[in-house]
């Protein structure tokens, strides 16, 4: 693994009990710094900081209400005093359907927490950062935002929102110190897997050149070092981690 040097910073990481989020964290605690953990799971987020030792603490948040973003945040600066870097990874799949039979309450619940989410926890932390005068936020979106799934236009439309609020935020801070970044995975396997159908995780594999999921360590690893000082000239970007798949 290499080193990536994260000392002395402190990172939010949204949907941080499990999958991406806690695989995130534990790359950034390794590389010298500490963490909070968001997440609407309480028994997960206590369980999982525990896991990361005392450069963790836990949250429960629901991010996709605005009051228990903002509570956060002033619960957050509270033991930590500063947000360094924030990574936007909290998400739900949504039901694999067709579009017409997309379920409606379905659609906002995917909405609320996929894109309100990232548009709450960047606009509630962005201030912090502005005050400091640095911060990096790294939000997750999706190859599926890029390329559209078929039996997933909630989860697809939902990540290219990632995409483009990345975009519009990058600009809007691009000539302060903070930097605001998204990645675009293909599938990694993760508990997120429960959520789909076996058809539809088989056709997400069959669309990877390299013939394979991704891993969590390899997200961290690139979630990590946009986390870091190193990432200085990038804003508004979109990298990719799919495998082969997307090229653009």
């Known amino acids: 693994m290499n080193q990536l040097d994260f000392t002395g910073r402190h990172a939010v990481i949204t949907g941080g009990a499990t999958g991406l989020g806690f695989g995130i964290a534990q790359r950034l605690?390794?590389?010298?710094?500490?963490v909070t953990l968001w997440d609407r799971d309480e028994a997960a987020v206590n369980q999982a900081a525990e896991a990361l030792g005392d450069k963790a603490f836990a949250l429960k948040v629901d991010v996709s209400q605005q009051p228990s973003v903002a509570k956060a945040?002033?619960?957050?600066?509270?033991?930590?005093?500063?947000?360094?870097?924030?990574?936007?990874?909290?998400?739900?799949?949504?039901?694999?359907?067709?579009?017409?039979?997309?379920?409606?309450?379905?659609?906002?619940?995917?909405?609320?927490?996929?894109?309100?989410?990232?548009?709450?926890?960047?606009?509630?932390?962005v201030g912090q950062m502005q005050k400091q005068g640095?911060?990096?936020?790294?939000?997750?979106?999706?190859?599926?935002?890029?390329?559209?799934?078929?039996?997933?236009?909630?989860?697809?439309?939902?990540?290219?929102?990632?995409?483009?609020?990345?975009?519009s935020l990058g600009k809007e801070l691009a000539d302060t110190g903070i930097r605001v970044n998204c990645v675009t995975p293909a599938a990694v396997k993760t508990a997120i897997f429960d959520q789909m159908t076996p058809e539809h995780i088989a056709f997400m594999l069959s669309k990877i050149p390299m013939g394979r999921f991704g891993t969590v360590q390899e997200v961290a690893a690139m979630v990590g070092w946009l986390c870091?000082?190193?990432?200085?000239?990038s804003t508004g970007a979109v990298f990719d981690l799919s495998g082969g798949r997307s090229t653009y």
């Open 29 to 34: 605690v390794a590389s010298g710094g500490s």
């Open 73 to 125: 945040v002033a619960a957050t600066l509270v033991h930590a005093s500063r947000i360094d870097a924030l990574v936007n990874s909290a998400g739900i799949t949504g039901p694999n359907v067709k579009l017409w039979d997309y379920p409606v309450d379905d659609w906002r619940q995917v909405m609320e927490v996929n894109i309100n989410g990232v548009f709450l926890c960047c606009r509630e932390v």
């Open 134 to 167: 640095y911060g990096r936020i790294v939000n997750i979106a999706s190859v599926a935002g890029k390329e559209g799934n078929p039996n997933a236009s909630a989860y697809s439309a939902s990540k290219a929102a990632v995409i483009g609020i990345t975009k």
């Open 228 to 233: 870091t000082e190193d990432c200085s000239f």
